[in-house]
Nanobody, 122 residues
């Protein structure tokens, strides 16, 4: 069983930055496509970003493109989400996710983290 643990969430002002981290429990981390989803109160969970197994390809939702950057460290078994220029509409619980197979533009997670809260004030 793959365990994913997110950290780095918090309360910030509009225009500020945050960096989320997700640590995986397995040393076979590099075989998984990794990514992030988010869910705001009363809304469906939505895709944010995904990164390929080697970290050489990434895909972003239009709403975060140009502001967020996904990266991974296959030695530390960790995936990151650098969030710049945060807006109030980015407020949500952010979930780390892992997929066996697939690609960055066809990301169907098999495993999920517990989530970390990001709140952006105006």
């Amino acid at each position: 069983q793959v365990q994913l643990v997110e950290s780095g969430g918090g309360l910030v002002q509009a225009g500020d930055s945050l960096k989320l981290s997700c640590a995986a429990s397995v040393f076979t981390f590099s075989i998984f496509t990794m990514g992030w989803f988010r869910q705001a109160p009363g809304k469906d969970r939505e895709f944010v970003s995904a990164i390929s197994r080697r970290g050489d390809s990434a895909y972003y939702a239009d709403s975060v493109k140009g502001r967020f950057t996904i990266s991974r460290d296959n030695v530390k078994n960790t995936v990151y989400l650098q969030m710049n220029g945060l807006k109030p509409e980015d407020t949500a619980v952010y979930y780390c996710a892992a997929a066996v197979g697939g690609s960055v533009n066809s990301f169907r997670p098999n495993y999920w983290g517990q989530g970390t809260q990001v709140t952006v004030s105006s």
